[in-house]
Nanobody, 115 residues
């Protein structure tokens, strides 16, 4: 099983960005995917999550109303649309896949919000 993120970049405050996450090697069954982020020297924090059926979405309070998570169950893809970005959103964003009780992480993608 492999998880790969993409889409991180530099954007100005107030701008938008979309991150992608792809899961490879799944052989069926349900799973959940989530985004987390980490600033150097701080704990990794939860951002948003979605179940494979797409019925349940959860967001951290700090991103509610600004970030939207959505996925394609057939293609094992997940995206997070980030709008109204703030400097405090700057971090390395990681995708986590939870599958049959195991947790798989991507390598992370850098998001920088700055002028």
């Amino acid at each position: 099983v492999e998880v790969v993120e993409s889409g991180g970049d530099l954007v100005e405050p107030g701008g938008s960005m979309r991150l992608s996450c792809a899961a490879y090697g799944l052989t069926g069954g349900s799973y959940s995917m989530s985004w987390h982020r980490q600033v150097m020297g701080k704990e990794r924090e939860f951002v948003a999550a979605i179940t494979s059926a797409g019925h349940n979405r959860n967001y951290a309070e700090s991103v509610k109303g600004r970030f939207t998570i959505f996925g394609d169950n057939m293609k094992k893809l997940m995206w997070m649309q980030m709008d109204s970005l703030k400097s405090e959103d700057t971090a390395v964003y990681y995708c986590e896949l939870r599958y049959y009780g195991q947790s798989y992480w991507g390598q992370g993608t850098q998001v920088t919000v700055d002028t």
